[in-house]
């Protein structure tokens, strides 16, 4: 391995990263505007003295302002509550999916006998995001019982004295893995861009194969990673991805 090879390496990774945030951007700028949005609703109906009810809620423009900041990457953009968030309610989610030109709302089965219940207070997104106070970006999963999607699920907290509820919202995994792909295919050398848990988000080369799990994390040689990665830059931006550029075979 030369040190040019390697510095180029490492400029590519850091102009990936720095795609790959800009391609998140909108997604992080969308979910904080319809967190504050949200917020704000919270706040009349605390000033009024009375529990939030749907119908502060409903008509925010920020749902959709979030769905046309994200275009076709999102597949659904809604707000998640805690328990008694919304008129006492142990389970809300206010959710609008794109169904073709439009939206629909998404209705879920919170009884909680069902074979089929929708029970968010479990799943991975809301707890980190709940317990955390911080923004999150999980996947990607198949939402079974949710949208039917396989998806990354972005969470932004609604916080003020109290956890509110979290603004999320479903990623399409096809679309972000072809334009995850459309980036790597500009870097000269193997590429790829991997999730904290090691998953395979998109590669320029069938050496790795999306979806799969790579057996170690990668890192540079010489740093106790994988051997025969030259760079590794983390994206951040609320996710746990991160862009590696390989050594030639």
Known sequence: MSDTQAKTARSDAERIGSEVRA??????AGLEALRDEILEAFRRADA?????????????PGFF???GLMEEVAVGVGFVGAPGAVNGQ?????????RGDGFARLRLNFEPDSVDVYDYHEMDW???AAESSRP???????????????VFTGAVPVRSDRFIGIAG??????????????????????????????RVLAANTPRWVVGSKLRVA????????????????PVGLDSDWSVAVAAPE
């Open 23 to 28: 391609l998140l951007a909108p997604v992080h």
């Open 136 to 150: 999150v970006l999980y996947g990607p999963y198949v939402d079974y019982s949710g949208s039917g999607h396989y």
């Open 90 to 98: 142990d389970r809300y989610i206010l959710w609008w999916q794109r």
């Open 169 to 198: 919202a479903d990623l399409s995994v096809t679309e972000m893995e072809r334009r995850l792909t459309g980036l790597l295919r500009t870097v000269g050398l193997d590429a790829l861009v991997v999730t904290g848990e090691r």
């Open 48 to 60: 009024e003295g009375r529990a939030v009810l749907e119908s502060d809620l409903v008509d925010l």
């Open 126 to 128: 809301y707890k980190v």
């Open 218 to 233: 990668p890192a540079p040689d010489g740093t106790g990673g994988t051997a025969g990665f030259l760079a590794v830059v």
């Open 65 to 67: 302002a979030a769905h």
